[in-house]
Protein backbone atom coordinates (compact mmCIF):
# COMPACT_ATOMS: atom_id res chain seq x y z
CA UNK A 1 0.00 0.00 0.00
CA UNK A 2 1.39 3.69 0.05
CA UNK A 3 3.45 4.66 2.58
CA UNK A 4 5.20 7.85 3.65
CA UNK A 5 8.60 7.53 5.24
CA UNK A 6 10.15 10.25 7.29
CA UNK A 7 13.78 10.26 8.50
CA UNK A 8 15.22 10.83 10.71
CA UNK A 9 12.63 9.51 13.54
CA UNK A 10 14.84 11.38 16.05
CA UNK A 11 17.06 14.40 16.05
CA UNK A 12 18.38 16.42 18.56
CA UNK A 13 19.99 19.75 17.84
CA UNK A 14 22.01 22.39 20.07
CA UNK A 15 19.76 25.61 20.03
CA UNK A 16 21.33 27.91 16.83
CA UNK A 17 21.71 24.53 15.04
CA UNK A 18 20.36 23.89 11.87
CA UNK A 19 17.41 21.14 11.71
CA UNK A 20 15.78 18.82 8.25
CA UNK A 21 13.25 16.17 8.16
CA UNK A 22 12.89 14.31 5.09
CA UNK A 23 9.47 12.88 3.67
CA UNK A 24 9.72 10.33 0.96
CA UNK A 25 6.23 8.69 -0.80
CA UNK A 26 6.07 5.39 -2.69
CA UNK A 27 3.62 6.56 -4.90
CA UNK A 28 3.11 10.24 -6.16
CA UNK A 29 1.54 12.71 -4.55
CA UNK A 30 -0.84 15.39 -5.71
CA UNK A 31 0.35 17.45 -3.11
CA UNK A 32 2.29 17.39 0.02
CA UNK A 33 1.02 19.19 3.69
CA UNK A 34 3.33 19.59 7.00
CA UNK A 35 2.17 19.48 10.52
CA UNK A 36 3.60 20.13 13.38
CA UNK A 37 2.73 18.20 16.98
CA UNK A 38 4.30 19.93 20.24
CA UNK A 39 4.58 17.55 23.35
CA UNK A 40 1.37 16.79 24.64
CA UNK A 41 -0.39 18.90 21.75
CA UNK A 42 -2.69 17.86 18.68
CA UNK A 43 -1.15 18.16 15.16
CA UNK A 44 -1.21 21.82 13.83
CA UNK A 45 -0.88 22.63 9.92
CA UNK A 46 1.97 24.87 8.65
CA UNK A 47 1.72 24.38 5.10
CA UNK A 48 0.69 23.15 2.00
CA UNK A 49 3.21 22.58 -1.43
CA UNK A 50 1.22 21.28 -4.60
CA UNK A 51 3.54 22.74 -7.40
CA UNK A 52 6.40 20.15 -8.50
CA UNK A 53 9.60 21.67 -7.48
CA UNK A 54 7.87 24.67 -5.41
CA UNK A 55 9.61 25.83 -2.49
CA UNK A 56 7.80 27.90 0.52
CA UNK A 57 9.26 29.84 3.61
CA UNK A 58 7.87 30.71 6.52
CA UNK A 59 10.81 33.10 8.43
CA UNK A 60 13.33 30.51 9.63
CA UNK A 61 11.39 26.99 8.31
CA UNK A 62 11.74 26.19 4.11
CA UNK A 63 9.52 23.59 2.52
CA UNK A 64 10.48 21.99 -0.68
CA UNK A 65 8.74 19.47 -3.08
CA UNK A 66 10.56 17.40 -5.45
CA UNK A 67 10.64 17.63 -8.84
CA UNK A 68 9.29 13.77 -9.11
CA UNK A 69 6.64 15.38 -6.42
CA UNK A 70 7.66 11.99 -4.04
CA UNK A 71 9.47 13.47 -1.77
CA UNK A 72 9.49 16.75 0.79
CA UNK A 73 11.57 18.36 3.02
CA UNK A 74 11.36 20.64 5.73
CA UNK A 75 14.65 22.93 7.04
CA UNK A 76 14.42 24.88 10.17
CA UNK A 77 17.43 27.74 9.90
CA UNK A 78 18.72 28.02 13.85
CA UNK A 79 16.85 26.41 15.88
CA UNK A 80 14.76 27.34 18.92
CA UNK A 81 13.37 26.09 22.06
CA UNK A 82 10.02 26.68 20.52
CA UNK A 83 10.99 24.47 17.69
CA UNK A 84 10.71 21.60 19.84
CA UNK A 85 7.76 18.99 18.50
CA UNK A 86 7.66 16.25 16.26
CA UNK A 87 7.25 17.12 12.78
CA UNK A 88 4.84 15.38 10.12
CA UNK A 89 4.17 15.06 6.45
CA UNK A 90 1.17 14.39 4.80
CA UNK A 91 0.83 13.41 1.14
CA UNK A 92 -2.55 14.05 -0.58
CA UNK A 93 -3.62 11.43 -3.33
CA UNK A 94 -5.29 12.62 -6.23
CA UNK A 95 -8.89 12.18 -7.11
CA UNK A 96 -10.62 9.43 -5.75
CA UNK A 97 -11.85 8.91 -1.97
CA UNK A 98 -8.28 8.65 -0.44
CA UNK A 99 -7.19 10.75 2.22
CA UNK A 100 -4.04 12.01 3.75
CA UNK A 101 -1.44 9.62 4.35
CA UNK A 102 1.00 10.64 7.08
CA UNK A 103 4.79 10.43 7.47
CA UNK A 104 6.31 8.53 10.19
CA UNK A 105 7.41 12.16 12.09
CA UNK A 106 9.98 13.41 13.20
CA UNK A 107 10.54 14.40 16.77
CA UNK A 108 13.06 16.96 17.29
CA UNK A 109 14.69 18.29 20.40
CA UNK A 110 16.36 21.63 20.84
CA UNK A 111 19.08 21.66 23.38
CA UNK A 112 19.55 25.21 24.84
CA UNK B 1 -14.89 30.23 17.98
CA UNK B 2 -14.79 27.50 15.31
CA UNK B 3 -12.77 24.44 16.29
CA UNK B 4 -12.92 20.76 16.83
CA UNK B 5 -13.46 19.51 20.39
CA UNK B 6 -13.26 15.97 21.48
CA UNK B 7 -13.97 14.53 24.93
CA UNK B 8 -13.03 12.97 27.27
CA UNK B 9 -9.27 14.23 27.65
CA UNK B 10 -8.54 11.16 29.28
CA UNK B 11 -10.76 7.97 29.08
CA UNK B 12 -10.15 4.22 31.04
CA UNK B 13 -11.47 0.82 30.01
CA UNK B 14 -11.63 -2.25 31.24
CA UNK B 15 -10.31 -4.89 29.35
CA UNK B 16 -13.79 -6.37 27.23
CA UNK B 17 -15.59 -2.70 27.43
CA UNK B 18 -16.77 -0.68 24.64
CA UNK B 19 -16.03 2.83 25.17
CA UNK B 20 -17.03 6.02 22.83
CA UNK B 21 -15.16 8.85 22.01
CA UNK B 22 -16.80 11.71 21.06
CA UNK B 23 -15.61 14.17 18.35
CA UNK B 24 -17.76 17.19 17.61
CA UNK B 25 -16.62 19.98 14.66
CA UNK B 26 -18.30 23.63 14.16
CA UNK B 27 -16.40 24.08 11.53
CA UNK B 28 -18.69 22.95 8.58
CA UNK B 29 -16.50 20.49 7.50
CA UNK B 30 -17.77 17.79 5.28
CA UNK B 31 -15.18 15.86 5.94
CA UNK B 32 -13.89 13.34 9.45
CA UNK B 33 -10.96 11.19 10.31
CA UNK B 34 -10.35 9.22 13.29
CA UNK B 35 -6.50 8.33 13.99
CA UNK B 36 -4.48 6.11 16.03
CA UNK B 37 -1.40 7.79 17.12
CA UNK B 38 1.32 5.31 19.69
CA UNK B 39 4.08 6.20 21.50
CA UNK B 40 6.80 7.05 18.43
CA UNK B 41 4.60 6.52 15.36
CA UNK B 42 3.35 8.36 12.93
CA UNK B 43 -0.89 8.83 12.46
CA UNK B 44 -2.69 5.72 11.37
CA UNK B 45 -6.01 6.02 9.95
CA UNK B 46 -8.80 4.26 11.39
CA UNK B 47 -12.31 5.49 9.48
CA UNK B 48 -13.02 8.68 7.44
CA UNK B 49 -16.44 10.23 6.44
CA UNK B 50 -16.91 12.19 3.46
CA UNK B 51 -20.51 13.61 3.90
CA UNK B 52 -23.75 12.55 6.57
CA UNK B 53 -24.16 8.87 6.91
CA UNK B 54 -21.47 7.58 5.07
CA UNK B 55 -18.10 6.72 6.35
CA UNK B 56 -15.36 4.12 5.07
CA UNK B 57 -12.26 2.58 6.50
CA UNK B 58 -9.02 3.55 6.90
CA UNK B 59 -6.31 1.38 7.28
CA UNK B 60 -6.93 -0.15 10.95
CA UNK B 61 -10.97 0.10 11.10
CA UNK B 62 -10.54 -3.62 13.02
CA UNK B 63 -12.19 -3.18 16.38
CA UNK B 64 -13.41 0.25 15.94
CA UNK B 65 -16.70 1.30 14.64
CA UNK B 66 -18.02 4.79 13.49
CA UNK B 67 -21.59 6.70 12.69
CA UNK B 68 -22.01 10.25 10.98
CA UNK B 69 -25.72 10.87 11.49
CA UNK B 70 -25.17 14.73 11.46
CA UNK B 71 -22.15 16.72 9.91
CA UNK B 72 -20.80 17.83 13.24
CA UNK B 73 -20.64 14.90 14.74
CA UNK B 74 -18.48 11.39 14.25
CA UNK B 75 -18.18 9.58 17.18
CA UNK B 76 -15.53 6.81 17.31
CA UNK B 77 -16.76 3.06 19.56
CA UNK B 78 -13.64 0.89 20.82
CA UNK B 79 -14.80 -2.55 20.86
CA UNK B 80 -13.92 -5.27 22.96
CA UNK B 81 -12.66 -6.62 19.75
CA UNK B 82 -9.64 -3.85 19.56
CA UNK B 83 -6.75 -6.58 21.13
CA UNK B 84 -5.02 -2.93 21.91
CA UNK B 85 -6.75 0.03 22.37
CA UNK B 86 -4.38 2.03 25.06
CA UNK B 87 -3.26 4.57 22.47
CA UNK B 88 -4.03 8.59 21.33
CA UNK B 89 -6.75 9.25 20.03
CA UNK B 90 -6.99 12.15 17.35
CA UNK B 91 -9.87 13.61 15.13
CA UNK B 92 -9.89 15.92 12.45
CA UNK B 93 -11.80 17.38 9.87
CA UNK B 94 -11.57 19.42 6.55
CA UNK B 95 -13.57 20.48 3.64
CA UNK B 96 -13.67 18.39 0.83
CA UNK B 97 -11.70 20.11 -2.75
CA UNK B 98 -13.20 19.43 -6.38
CA UNK B 99 -10.23 16.79 -6.43
CA UNK B 100 -11.26 14.67 -3.31
CA UNK B 101 -10.09 14.59 0.16
CA UNK B 102 -6.36 15.11 1.21
CA UNK B 103 -5.79 18.45 -0.85
CA UNK B 104 -6.87 20.78 2.31
CA UNK B 105 -5.74 21.54 5.61
CA UNK B 106 -6.66 19.35 7.99
CA UNK B 107 -7.91 20.15 12.31
CA UNK B 108 -6.97 18.27 14.45
CA UNK B 109 -9.11 18.30 17.88
CA UNK B 110 -6.87 17.90 21.27
CA UNK B 111 -6.97 14.45 21.52
CA UNK B 112 -8.31 11.63 23.48
CA UNK B 113 -5.44 9.21 25.28
CA UNK B 114 -7.26 5.86 26.40
CA UNK B 115 -5.39 3.21 28.54
CA UNK B 116 -7.19 -0.13 29.13
CA UNK B 117 -6.83 -1.09 32.86
Known amino acids: GQQVMQIPQYQHVQEGEDFTTYCNSSTTLSNIQWYKQRPGGHPVFLIQ?????EVKKQKRLTFQFGEAKKNSSLHITATQTTDVGTYFCAGGIQGGTYKYIFGTGTRLKVLA | DGGITQSPKYLFRKEGQNVTLSCEQNLNHDAMYWYRQDPGQGLRLIYY???????QKGDIAEGYSVSREKKESFPLTVTSAQKNPTAFYLCASSIVSGTGLGNTEAFFGQGTRLTVV
Open chain 2, 49 to 55: SQIVNDF
Open chain 1, 49 to 53: LVKSG
